[in-house]
C-alpha cells in the first residue's frame, strides 16, 4: 500500500517560513491535500490539489508537489499555527480497489 | 451551512459491536461520496471507510475490511459505520467527512466534531 512519510515535528520562529514536507513514491503524480489539526479540534483543510486553498485560508499557506516530495509552506507564521499538519492522498489498484492515505503528521511548534 | 454529526460512541468490550451515526446537514447528501476517518489517542489520521453517493460502492481500509460495514440511508441524511469484533486498537475517535466534490476523489472539506470509542474490558 501506498506510504507518505511526514517528519515528526518542524520548528520554527514566528514571523519565518515554516516548510513541512510529505515523501512518497511519485508523489508528484496525485494529488496531495493537507489539513491543520488542533488540540481536541477535527481537521480543517488547509490545501487541496496541491495547491488551491479553500476560502478562509490565508494566502500565508501554499502547497507545492513535484516529483516524491510534496511541501505545505506556512509564511510569516502565527503562534495560532502551531498544530499537527497531516498530508493526504487517494490511491487506487487494478483490481478496483481504492484507498485514502494519510501521513503520520507533523508537529509544528512556533518557538 | 454544511454539519456533520456523529453519534454512538461508547465504552465496550472487546469482541462486542457498536453502530455509528453521521447525520448530515446543509448539503445534497445523497450527491456525495462519504468517509469515516479514525484517531487513536495520541495519534494520526486513519482513513477507515468510504461508500459512494448511491451506497453501491464501498471501499475500506486494511485494518477493519471484514469486521466494519459503512451504509447510508439518504432518506435521513445519515451515514452509519457498523462495527463487529471490536479490539483495543480500535480505540480511537471517529469522524465523518465529506469530501469537496460530487464527483471523483477530492479533498474532506468538512468533517464532524467526532465520537469517542473506547473498546476495553
Known amino acids: 500500500s501506498y506510504v507518505l512519510t511526514q517528519p515528526p515535528s518542524v520548528s520554527v520562529a514566528p514571523g519565518q517560513t515554516a516548510r513541512l514536507t510529505c515523501g512518497g513514491n511519485?508523489?508528484?503524480?496525485?494529488?496531495v491535500h493537507w489539513y491543520q489539526q488542533k488540540p481536541g479540534q477535527a481537521p480543517v483543510l488547509v490545501v487541496y490539489?496541491?495547491?488551491d486553498r479553500p476560502s478562509g485560508i490565508p494566502e500565508r499557506f501554499s502547497g507545492s508537489n513535484s516529483e516524491n516530495t510534496a511541501t505545505l509552506t506556512i509564511s510569516r507564521v502565527e503562534a495560532g499555527d502551531e498544530a499537527d499538519y497531516y498530508c493526504?492522498?487517494?490511491?487506487?489498484?487494478?483490481?478496483?480497489?481504492?484507498?485514502?492515505?494519510f501521513g503520520g503528521g507533523t508537529k509544528l511548534t512556533v518557538l | 451551512q454544511v454539519h456533520l454529526v456523529e453519534s454512538g460512541g461508547d465504552v465496550v468490550q472487546p469482541g462486542r459491536s457498536l453502530r455509528l451515526s453521521c447525520a448530515a446537514s446543509?448539503?445534497?447528501?445523497?450527491?456525495?461520496?462519504m468517509h469515516w476517518v479514525r484517531q487513536a489517542p495520541g495519534k494520526g489520521l486513519e482513513w477507515v471507510a468510504l461508500?459512494?453517493?448511491?451506497?453501491?460502492?464501498?471501499y475500506y481500509a486494511d485494518s477493519v475490511k471484514g469486521r466494519f460495514t459503512i451504509s447510508r440511508d439518504s432518506s435521513k441524511n445519515t451515514l452509519y459505520l457498523h462495527m463487529t469484533s471490536l479490539r483495543p486498537e480500535d480505540t480511537a475517535v471517529f469522524y465523518c467527512?465529506?469530501?469537496?466534490?460530487?464527483?471523483?476523489?477530492?479533498?474532506?472539506?468538512?468533517w464532524g466534531q467526532g465520537t469517542l470509542v473506547t473498546v476495553s474490558s
Open positions: 467527512a465529506k469530501p469537496s466534490r460530487e464527483r471523483g476523489q477530492s479533498a474532506f472539506d468538512y
Open positions: 446543509g448539503f445534497t447528501f445523497s450527491n456525495y461520496v
Open positions: 461508500i459512494s453517493f448511491d451506497g453501491s460502492e464501498t
Open positions: 511519485n508523489i508528484g503524480s496525485k494529488s
Open positions: 490539489d496541491d495547491s
Open positions: 493526504q492522498v487517494w490511491d487506487s489498484g487494478s483490481d478496483h480497489w481504492v484507498h485514502w492515505v
